[in-house]
Nanobody
């Protein structure tokens, strides 16, 4: 059974930083495109950042220059480094693994940015 387990969420003040981690099991991690999505209360889930099997990355405009996605294939883990956090970054963050028609989601981790 495929598992994606997120960690690293929490409460942080505006301007602070957090690093999210997503550890994958039972999939050949290196051949999957990995991404982080988020869903704020009352809003639709949106793609935040993705990283391809060639380490190419994409970001939603709202996080460019503040967030960095990277992967460690040896650890089957993808990370999201979030800097200069803003209250509007508050959401549940989900890890996603995709290859062709195969797609898996983690359970989500809460990030709250508030003073």
């Amino acid at each position: 059974q495929v598992q994606l387990v997120e960690s690293g969420g929490g409460l942080v003040q505006p301007g602070g930083s957090l690093r999210l981690s997503c550890a994958a099991s039972t999939i050949p991690f290196s051949i999957y495109t990995m991404s982080w999505d988020r869903q704020a209360p009352g809003k639709q889930r949106e793609l935040v950042a993705s990283i391809g099997i060639d380490d190419s990355t994409n970001y939603v405009d709202a996080v460019k220059g503040r967030f960095t996605i990277f992967r460690d294939n040896a650890k089957s883990t993808v990370y999201l480094q979030m800097n200069r956090l803003k209250p509007e970054d508050t959401a549940v963050y989900f890890c996603n693994a995709q290859r062709g028609v195969s797609e898996y989601w983690g359970q989500g981790t809460q990030v709250t940015v508030s003073s």
